[in-house]
């Protein structure tokens, strides 16, 4: 995935080696945006990892998008 010029990553390093990257997700600590190598580099990271990302999802409610680069957000449902 290129996100070179996506405004949610564009010019924001990882704020754990603090190196810009490809790829970053709001998954550490409080929120903050790290790349998948400091994500899962340590039990404990992928622990917080983990529990930041199913907080998200909890917070969608009934449904949930996942897999785009602001982390999940929730299903827009048609009305009929």
């Known amino acids: 995935m290129n996100t070179e010029h996506h405004p949610t990553t564009h010019g924001i390093d ?42 998200q999802i909890n917070a969608c409610g009934d449904g949930a998008v996942i897999g785009e680069p602001t982390g999940p957000r929730p299903h827009q449902r048609s009305r009929s």
């Not at 970053?24 to 190598?37: I, S, T």
């Open 14 to 55: 990882c704020y754990l080696c603090h190196r810009t990257t490809v790829e970053l997700r709001p998954y550490g600590p409080r929120g903050e945006w790290v790349c998948f190598a400091c994500a899962f580099s340590t039990p404990e990271r992928k622990a917080q990892t983990e529990a930041s990302f199913s907080a």
